[in-house]
């Protein structure tokens, strides 16, 4: 599910179970879930954790470049 | 015999007095139990006391080793226990009125090692409820407050353990640690926090968190403290500090990137002077990296938001109300958690664990601060360091969570005080399944700091990595 799609769903069921409050933690979560998105090892999701190169760099430090 | 009040000397001190009869069961449970009534009010570190069973049990060892069975240095030693930990007859409250009052049926394994070795238990420790925090401040019977500073935090979640360690209450006790709620509540309290690695100790009979990131572990005031507590907990017969292996020469590897971007100047001062203690002292200190430390945080939370909620679902469903308000709201999080990110993370946590790994082949263990910040004034969501402004649950959990994550042994020990009298800690990682290898270079690294920390610098009081408890009320 796309992050923006899944970020509207969470806080519409949030909303409709009385939790309006949730919001904010909702959007730090689906932020931080797009940086684990974006992280390198997910390019080769189909090889082993350990065939993948040592050394890449991290989601944070690519999205801050 | 050592001149600190009886309350404040180590497991590792008292307890030659203890096999000799120069001091009994029964003085260590009256000296933690008085301390208790004189302070508990003001710490909150207890949820339950157990005044008349630890007495019953103290009577119960005296009359063993005067009997000539003594069970070794944990006998007649008066302990507290987080209480998210199963005491038979006890209920286990996790510091929420979620749980039910009803007493364990059994002690948990962890718990029977312990009381076999002949440790007494004197209550149960305040916590973050549910341990799912690193304030201690959530609980169902009220915040902990730190033995040095009664405005500040004592960390958490196992908040009321540190606090009743540091400030005299018991002699040792028994914490869990899913992101770092052993090693946070050590470095702000001033204690020796140890989490061994992943799997090794049983985690039966412990209210869970985040089943592939709990760890249990012992707090103390020393090193050699710490090493005796965690012998018995893996049903070892525990032996004094003077038999501890300890390595004749090790190298420690600086993690830079990542774990000193932020940190607050004071504690980075701290962590400078320990490092440059440990060169005088010939150890041999190198870099190291962990190339996606960056990614820590990222991984953690879908990871113990999804397991944390497999556990509450059906207490937020049907009682909502009774969490506290941050720990319901965190909790709720957990529901949203998309399958993928899970296995996301998973393997995520696969590549730190290797990362972590490599690092130390080129060293024996890790060295960095246990804690950012000093500990966090009580009340506060946010503070700045650096110039950012962070969530104090983000900065608390920085340093540690990635050893959780990792499976990694990680241990946290005093090194000095912030002007305004704030412990500060360092944290050493080790080799994974090494936990005896780590504690004995943690005991050589208390010694070099405690050696050189006489220096009436800010870590001259309080500087107490090694065999000498300071006395938080006299701050």
Same mark, same amino acid.
């Given at each position: 599910?796309?992050?923006?799609?899944?970020?509207?769903?969470?806080?519409?069921?949030?909303?409709?179970?009385?939790?309006?409050?949730?919001?904010?933690?909702?959007?730090?979560?689906?932020?931080?879930?797009?940086?684990?998105?974006?992280?390198?090892?997910?390019?080769?999701?189909?090889?082993?954790?350990?065939?993948?190169?040592?050394?890449?760099?991290?989601?944070?430090?690519?999205?801050?470049? | 015999?050592?001149?600190?009040?009886?309350?404040?000397?180590?497991?590792?001190?008292?307890?030659?007095?203890?096999?000799?009869?120069?001091?009994?069961?029964?003085? *260590?449970?009256?000296?933690?139990?008085?301390?208790?009534?004189?302070?508990?009010?003001?710490?909150?570190?207890?949820?339950?006391?157990?005044?008349?069973?630890?007495?019953?049990?103290?009577?119960? #060892?005296?009359?063993?080793?005067?009997?000539?069975?003594?069970?070794?240095?944990?006998?007649?030693?008066?302990?507290?226990?987080?209480?998210?930990?199963?005491?038979?007859?006890?209920?286990?409250?996790?510091?929420?009125?979620?749980?039910?009052?009803?007493?364990?049926?059994?002690?948990?394994?962890?718990?029977?090692?312990?009381?076999?070795?002949?440790?007494?238990?004197?209550?149960?420790?305040?916590?973050?409820? +549910? #341990?799912?925090?690193?304030?201690?401040?959530?609980?169902?019977?009220?915040?902990?407050?730190?033995?040095?500073?009664?405005?500040?935090?004592?960390?958490?979640?196992?908040?009321?353990?540190?606090?009743?360690?540091?400030?005299?209450?018991?002699?040792?006790?028994?914490?869990?640690?899913?992101?770092?709620?052993?090693?946070?509540?050590?470095?702000?309290?001033?204690?020796?926090?140890?989490?061994?690695?992943?799997?090794?100790?049983?985690?039966?009979?412990?209210?869970?968190?985040?089943?592939?990131?709990?760890?249990?572990?012992?707090?103390?005031?020393?090193?050699?403290?710490?090493?005796?507590?965690?012998?018995?907990?893996?049903?070892?017969?525990?032996?004094?500090?003077?038999?501890?292996?300890?390595?004749?020469? +090790?190298? *420690?590897?600086?993690?830079?990137?990542?774990?000193?971007?932020?940190?607050?100047?004071?504690?980075?001062?701290? +962590?400078?002077?320990?490092?440059?203690?440990?060169?005088?002292?010939?150890?041999?200190?190198?870099?190291?990296?962990?190339?996606? #430390?960056?990614?820590?945080?990222?991984?953690?939370?879908?990871?113990?938001?999804?397991?944390?909620?497999?556990?509450?679902?059906?207490?937020?469903?049907?009682?909502?109300?009774?969490?506290?308000?941050?720990?319901?709201?965190?909790?709720?999080?957990?529901?949203?958690? *998309?399958?993928?990110?899970?296995?996301?993370?998973?393997?995520?946590?696969?590549?730190?664990?290797?990362?972590?790994?490599?690092?130390?082949?080129?060293?024996?263990?890790?060295?960095?601060?246990?804690?950012?910040?000093?500990?966090?004034?009580?009340?506060?969501?946010?503070?700045?360091?650096?110039?950012?402004?962070?969530?104090?649950?983000?900065?608390?959990?920085?340093?540690?969570?990635?050893?959780?994550?990792?499976?990694?042994?990680?241990?946290?020990?005093?090194?000095?005080?912030?002007?305004?009298?704030?412990?500060?800690?360092?944290?050493?990682?080790?080799?994974?399944?090494?936990? #005896?290898?780590?504690?004995?270079?943690?005991?050589?690294?208390?010694?070099?700091?405690?050696?050189?920390?006489?220096?009436?610098?800010?870590?001259?009081?309080?500087?107490?990595?090694?065999?000498?408890?300071?006395?938080?009320?006299?701050?």
């Amino acid at each position: 599910m796309r992050i923006e799609t899944w970020l509207n769903a969470m806080k519409a069921d949030a909303e409709a179970r009385g939790l309006p409050e949730l919001a904010p933690l909702l959007e730090a979560l689906a932020q931080s879930t797009a940086a684990l998105r974006r992280a390198d090892w997910n390019d080769a999701a189909d090889r082993p954790v350990g065939d993948l190169p040592a050394g890449r760099r991290s989601a944070e430090d690519e999205a801050s470049r | 015999m050592n001149s600190q009040p009886l309350r404040l000397r180590t497991i590792g001190d008292v307890a030659p007095d203890v096999a000799s009869g120069a001091v009994s069961a029964s003085a *260590l449970t009256e000296a933690c139990l008085g301390r208790i009534a004189e302070r508990d009010g003001d710490l909150n570190a207890f949820i339950a006391i157990d005044a008349d069973g630890a007495r019953a049990a103290a009577q119960a #060892a005296d009359g063993e080793i005067a009997a000539g069975r003594y069970r070794g240095p944990l006998h007649g030693i008066p302990i507290s226990l987080k209480d998210l930990i199963d005491v038979a007859g006890s209920p286990t409250t996790a510091a929420s009125n979620v749980r039910p009052r009803t007493p364990a049926a059994d002690d948990a394994p962890v718990v029977a090692t312990l009381r076999a070795a002949g440790a007494i238990v004197l209550g149960k420790c305040n916590l973050h409820e +549910f #341990a799912f925090g690193t304030t201690s401040e959530d609980s169902a019977f009220g915040a902990v407050h730190n033995p040095h500073d009664l405005a500040r935090s004592p960390g958490g979640s196992s908040g009321g353990s540190a606090a009743a360690v540091a400030d005299g209450m018991s002699y040792g006790s028994i914490g869990t640690d899913t992101g770092g709620s052993i090693r946070i509540p050590s470095a702000a309290c001033g204690t020796v926090g140890l989490k061994p690695s992943y799997g090794e100790l049983s985690c039966d009979g412990i209210v869970p968190l985040s089943r592939t990131l709990d760890h249990v572990g012992p707090l103390a005031r020393s090193v050699a403290d710490a090493w005796m507590l965690y012998d018995a907990m893996a049903g070892r017969t525990p032996r004094l500090p003077a038999d501890m292996p300890l390595p004749d020469r +090790f190298r *420690l590897g600086v993690p830079r990137p990542y774990f000193l971007d932020r940190v607050d100047p004071e504690v980075r001062r701290r +962590f400078d002077d320990a490092l440059a203690r440990l060169e005088q002292a010939g150890v041999e200190v190198t870099e190291a990296e962990i190339p996606h #430390a960056g990614d820590i945080a990222v991984i953690y939370l879908p990871i113990v938001l999804a397991e944390g909620m497999a556990y509450h679902a059906p207490t937020l469903d049907r009682r909502p109300e009774d969490y506290t308000a941050g720990v319901r709201l965190r909790l709720e999080m957990g529901r949203y958690v *998309l399958a993928e990110d899970y296995v996301r993370a998973r393997r995520g946590q696969e590549v730190l664990h290797r990362e972590v790994a490599e690092s130390l082949t080129a060293c024996d263990a890790l060295i960095l601060p246990t804690l950012a910040i000093p500990a966090p004034p009580l009340g506060v969501d946010a503070v700045e360091v650096d110039g950012h402004t962070d969530s104090v649950r983000g900065l608390t959990l920085r340093l540690t969570q990635g050893f959780n994550l990792s499976g990694h042994p990680a241990i946290s020990l005093p090194c000095g005080r912030t002007p305004d009298g704030l412990p500060c800690a360092v944290q050493l990682v080790g080799r994974r399944d090494r936990t #005896a290898d780590l504690l004995g270079i943690a005991r050589r690294v208390e010694a070099a700091i405690q050696d050189n920390d006489d220096d009436g610098g800010h870590g001259g009081h309080g500087g107490n990595a090694g065999n000498a408890a300071s006395d938080p009320a006299a701050t």
